[in-house]
């Protein structure tokens, strides 16, 4: 949106479709999935874009969401000392970092902890992070490739990571075999998007 102050600044939500699987950042527009275990197949959300100005302008569109349940032997575990509320609202920026150090095409599948409780999970300091990359050529990197420049990559990952939490951090490479995940960790998400302008 063109516009200056508040008749510019655009707040994102999803109005119809599976709010149960899916949320949005309100202020990027990035859609994630909350859970999509043992589900498969298309979703459709409707997303509305509303400016903040007295008169409230707003469009809609429509976004497809494909889950492909078929699971990889290529998914990483990478363990952060941070709360998994923490991690959650700052994906995005744990996607750019890790993306940016290790120069591939990096996915966040998923992020969870391992206490199952909710007050448990939000006071526990220790996030797992499910991770997948690609090359150029939209290939899967092998999972110890991906490993190994991990740890090649860990102090400047763990630094880059510092900015986004503003907090010291420990990032380590989980030993235990991706080819474990359940099917929720495993699903590859692919959006369709049809834009609209406000």
Not at 114 to 137: C, G, H, M, P, Y
């Amino acid at each position: 949106d063109p516009d200056s102050g508040d008749n510019g600044r655009l707040q994102y939500s999803l109005v119809r479709g599976q709010t149960n699987e899916f949320d949005i950042n309100e202020n990027t527009g990035q859609i994630f999935t909350v859970s999509v275990a043992g589900k498969a197949g298309t979703f459709y959300l409707e997303v509305q874009a509303a400016d903040q100005g007295t008169r409230r302008l707003t469009a809609q569109t429509t976004v497809n969401v494909t889950v492909d349940s078929s699971s990889s032997s290529n998914i990483v575990m990478l363990v952060l000392n941070q709360k998994i509320s923490v991690v959650e609202r700052k994906s995005v920026e744990v996607q750019r970092v890790l993306k940016e150090k290790l120069g591939w095409n990096l996915y966040v599948l998923n992020i969870y902890s391992k206490e199952s409780d909710r007050n448990l999970r939000s006071s526990t300091d220790e996030t797992q992070v499910n991770i997948i990359a690609f090359d150029e050529a939209h290939q899967e990197v092998p999972a110890e490739d991906v490993k190994r420049k991990l740890r090649e990559q860990r102090g400047a990952i763990e630094l880059g990571l510092q900015e986004v939490f503003s907090a010291s951090v420990s990032a380590a490479v989980a030993e235990a075999p991706a080819a474990a995940a359940s099917p929720e960790l495993t699903a590859a998400i692919v959006l369709g998007v049809l834009l609209a302008g406000t």
